[in-house]
């Protein structure tokens, strides 16, 4: 697998390219660089994922399933993901962490149990397109529902700032701390039930949905999100948690608004084609080319937008730290707000013209190439 950009253009004239901190001569291993050394698995830097449906694995015996972990650069050392996959029939062993976990299912089928030492086991079952966190520290294991069939999971975490602050395993994973404020056991806590509730904080309002279980993302109603021209979607909370989640489609022949934010928001096209386009104030343009499985995280406060290329529409779902129930950052908090009223969102009639022609120029060329009809027309009249 190849995490890394698929080229660069020029975003700005002044400024240099920003110094990986990663690699260059100051660079050290954190405390979570170590562990999953330790763990035996491979870590994946970058910009991105190519793939993660069928990105290579290695045997972790602490969960006896296979996985690899990934901390893309625009995580801020703060969060990461990992890929871990349960073979067919097996169950992975039980556990629990000090550090939140958000699961989405990538294939396969199967249930999972989670309990507090001396409280019932709760179970419930998922399939591929299930979305789900497991309570703060409450013991936890995995179940593949499937004799033949391996099932496959995709986990965004906080383990690298826990890690990192902590320093010790056992604190992390044997700590008996319960959490009442997230979980008390309730035989209904998994039910499935959702709860929708209006967001007015932004410009235009917007529908969140609260459940603890989402057993197939594409069962919720998407409605219309101002990201851009026919831009739908859902925002999800989860576990009362500080992690959160939501999903985008995009029409095909479309543009995002530019928008930035915190760190930390793992975006995982699920369908369509296209490219991400991300840079810096002041700095290079990163292009990323993504199809269904792939997985980018944009740096802190860096601007993107995404371009749809293909006739059908494009989508995805960000697992993404700071919820927006529980915040653990302001950077985060006006992503679907016009910079002229304070946020964080560009829309298109303020993008500086000499970037829209560049955007524009991008843009044609590559559905040009596919005969993807261009649905513009309201923005620069294409």
């Not at 700005?12 to 260059?24: L, Q």
């Not at 707000?337 to 013209?353: L, N, V």
Request: charged share 20%; net charge negative; proline share 7%.
């Amino acid at each position: 697998m190849t995490p890394a950009n698929s080229g660069q253009q020029s975003a700005s004239t002044n400024g240099a390219p920003p110094v990986d901190r990663r690699t260059g001569p100051s660079a050290s291993a954190l405390y979570f660089d170590a562990w999953v050394k330790q763990e035996g698995l491979d870590l994946i830097r970058g910009y991105k994922v190519d793939d993660i449906y069928h990105i290579g694995l290695k045997p972790w015996a602490r969960t006896g399933g296979s996985a690899v972990q990934i901390q893309l650069d625009g995580t801020g050392d703060l969060a990461a993901a990992y890929v871990c996959e349960i073979a067919p029939g097996k169950a992975l062993e039980p556990c629990r962490h000090l550090y939140e976990e958000m699961v989405y299912v990538l294939s396969g089928h199967g249930s999972t149990s989670v309990w507090y030492q001396g409280s019932e086991k709760n179970s419930f079952e998922w399939q591929a397109g299930s979305l789900f966190s497991i309570p703060l520290n409450a013991s936890y294991q995995h179940f593949n529902g499937s004799g033949r069939e391996p099932a496959r999971y995709l986990a965004v975490t906080t383990a690298p700032v826990m890690l990192n602050l902590v320093r010790n395993e056992e604190m992390i994973f044997n700590n008996p701390a319960v959490f009442p404020e997230r979980y008390r056991g309730e035989k209904d806590y998994f039910a499935g039930g959702v709860e929708y509730h209006t967001f007015s904080g932004w410009d235009v309002p917007m529908g969140v949905a609260f459940s603890n279980l989402f057993a197939d993302i594409d069962a919720v109603p998407f409605e219309n999100i101002n990201r851009g021209l026919g831009v739908v979607g859902r925002v999800f909370e989860l576990a009362n948690g500080v992690l959160g989640a939501h999903v985008l489609q995009i029409p095909g022949g479309v543009f995002t608004k530019l928008h930035r934010h915190g760190p930390g928001a793992h975006v995982v096209w699920l369908k369509g084609e296209g490219y991400s386009l991300m840079w810096p104030d002041g700095g290079e343009m990163i292009r990323a080319d993504w199809g269904p499985g792939t997985m980018i995280v944009p740096p802190d406060w860096w601007w993107h937008q995404h371009a749809v290329v293909s006739k059908e529409p494009g989508q995805h779902l960000a697992l993404r730290m700071s919820s927006m129930k529980n915040r653990i950052n302001r950077s985060s908090a006006g992503t679907l707000q016009s910079t002229k009223t304070g946020g964080s969102q560009m829309d298109y009639e303020d993008f500086p013209p000499q970037l829209m022609d560049e955007l524009k120029r991008i843009f044609v060329e590559e559905c040009t190439k596919r005969g993807t009809p261009m649905n513009m027309e309201p923005v620069y009249g294409v």
